[in-house]
C-alpha cells in the first residue's frame, strides 16, 4: 500500500493510527517555557540505525536540553511524497515515537502532508520542543580560564555513517550514527555536579566541534587550547574519514555534547558522562586558558600547536549531509 496524490486530509488520521490514538488530555500549565524547532533533511532518508523520524525527535530535544531546558513535549511535521509504502511511513513514524519515549517527552501533535512525487526527496521532517527552563539555565554562564572541555562521545560518526549508506561503502555496520537523545543523560550529569559547574553546553551542529569552540573563544575573549590525542576518534571513523576527505573536528554529530565545566568539577562530570550508554567514550579535550586571544589552538601529537581557524582550516560538509 502506497500513499497517493490525495491522501492529503486524510493522512493525519492515518498517521495517528499507526503510532496510536492522539492525546486527549491538555498538558498542565508550566511556568518559565521554553522552545527548540528544526526541519530536517537527510539522504538518504533512512540509513544505518535510524532514520529521519529518529534524527528529528533527537536533534531537537537535543537542542532544547543543550540550552539548558528540561524537555516535556514534541510536535512532528512530516512532508511526504506521494508513492511512499505504508510500511516505510509506519517505520518513521515508530521510530520518532520510540526516540520520544527514550527522551521521556510525549509527542502532543502530528501534522502532515503529502507533496508530488520527487519534491521532498522522499519526506522531510519538522519537530519543535517544548519543556521548562532549568534553574539556572546552562547557557547564561560564560567559560572562565581554567575550564576544561569535555566531549561526551567520540566524534566523526554521524558523517562517516551516513556517507557509508549513501556511497555503499559497508561501514555503517562498523560506525554507528551516534544518534541518541541526550536529555537524560545531561539531567544525570547536572545532578551530579553543584549549579553553576557546568558553564555550557553545545551541540556539534554543522560546522562540528571547529565552530562550538570558535564561538567559544570569541564569546569570552579567551584562548582554548585542545588536545588532538585527548580527541575520541574511534580507528574506523578516523580512517574512514581520512578515505572520505572529512576532518571529524569540522562533521556534524548528532549524538555529541561539548561541555565547558569548571576544573574541580570535571572528574565528577566525565565519571557521570561515562555512566551512560551513550557518554562511555567522554573525554577531557582540553582547556580555556587566560591568554587574551579569541582564538583556537590545537596541540598535535607532535607537540606542534596550531590555530584552528574556521576559514581555511573549516573543510565545509559534503552537500546534503543533514
Known sequence: MTLDDDAYG?????AWELLGEPPVAEPAPVTDPAVASGSYAVDPPFFGDGDIGRLAVCATVNDLAAAGAEPRWITLSLTVEAGMPIALLRRVLLSAQDAAREAEVEVRGLETRVVR???ANRLFAHT???GTMRQPPVRAQAATPGDLLLLSSSLGGWAVHLLSVREGLGLENLVPSGCHPLN?????????VAPGAVRQVHRLARGGL???LRRQATAG???VRITEEALPIQHEVGSAAELLGLDPLHTTDEGCLC????ADAADVVRDALRAHPYGQDAAVIGEVTDAVAPVVL??????RARRLDLGADLRPEPARLR
Not at 561541555?259 to 569548571?262: E, R
Not at 590545537?298 to 607537540?303: I, N, Q
Open 10 to 14: 486524510s493522512f493525519g488520521g492515518l
Open 117 to 119: 512525487a520527487g519534491d
Open 128 to 130: 519543535t520542543a517544548l
Open 184 to 192: 537524560t543523560m545531561l539531567r544525570d550529569v547536572l545532578g551530579s
Open 210 to 212: 571547529a565552530r562550538v
Open 221 to 223: 575573549g579567551r584562548t
Open 259 to 262: 561541555l565547558s565545566v569548571s
Open 298 to 303: 590545537l596541540v598535535e601529537r607532535s607537540g
